[in-house]
């Protein structure tokens, strides 16, 4: 993955994490969506982390590599749609 993709996903999982963040402080918020949310935002920022890895954007089973538009929708994926889609 290039250094410019990573820069990117980097700006996406922080608005990502301020977004939810803020429907966490929301007191409206229905507790399993709040549940759903504080999980997404420990995933993120794990993903976070593995952003520099140079394993980070590959499929933790078959090691191909996870579309960039799908990283940008859902920063925190491991596994590539195959593999998803074969568990
Ligand atoms: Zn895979």
């Not at 933790?60 to 990283?71: A, G, K, N, Q, S």
Request: charged fraction near 35%; glycine fraction near 2%; include cysteine.
């Amino acid at each position: 993955m290039e250094s410019a993709q990573r820069e990117e996903l980097k700006q996406i999982i922080s608005a990502l994490i301020a977004e939810l963040q803020e429907s966490l402080s929301q007191k409206t918020t229905e507790e399993f969506h709040l549940n759903k949310a504080e999980e997404r935002v420990q995933e993120l920022k794990r993903s976070m982390n593995r952003l520099n890895d140079e394993e980070f954007g590959l499929c933790v089973r078959c090691h191909d590599e996870i579309p960039f538009d799908r990283l940008k929708i859902f920063p925190e994926t491991k596994v590539c749609m195959n593999c998803l889609q074969s568990e």
